[in-house]
Nanobody, 118 residues
């Protein structure tokens, strides 16, 4: 059974930083692309960042230069380092295996709430 357990969210002031983690199980992590998604209140879930098994990364324009996705294939875990956070980054963040172009392959985890507010 595929599982995603996201953690690391919280309340942070604008300009602050957070590091999210997503522990995975139930599939061969090292063979798959991994994405971070987010869903803000009243909005659809959107793709934020992606990383392939070799470590190549992609980002949505709104987070480029501020967020960094990484992975540890020994720990079956994907990370999202978020710097210079803005109120618009407030959302529930999820990880998943992508189902291109914009979907996800497996059922969602519980996500982790990120709130950027002064």
């Amino acid at each position: 059974q595929v599982q995603f357990v996201e953690s690391g969210g919280g309340l942070v002031q604008p300009g602050g930083s957070l590091r999210l983690s997503c522990a995975t199980s139930g599939f061969t992590f090292s063979r798959y692309d991994m994405n971070w998604f987010r869903q803000a209140p009243g909005k659809e879930r959107e793709l934020v960042a992606g990383i392939n098994p070799g470590g190549s990364t992609t980002y949505v324009a709104s987070v480029k230069g501020r967020f960094t996705i990484s992975r540890d294939n020994r720990k079956n875990t994907v990370y999202l380092q978020m710097n210079s956070l803005k109120p618009d980054d407030t959302a529930v963040y999820y990880c998943n295996v992508p189902n291109y172009p914009n979907g996800a392959r497996f059922s969602w985890g519980q996500g982790t709430q990120v709130t950027v507010s002064s």
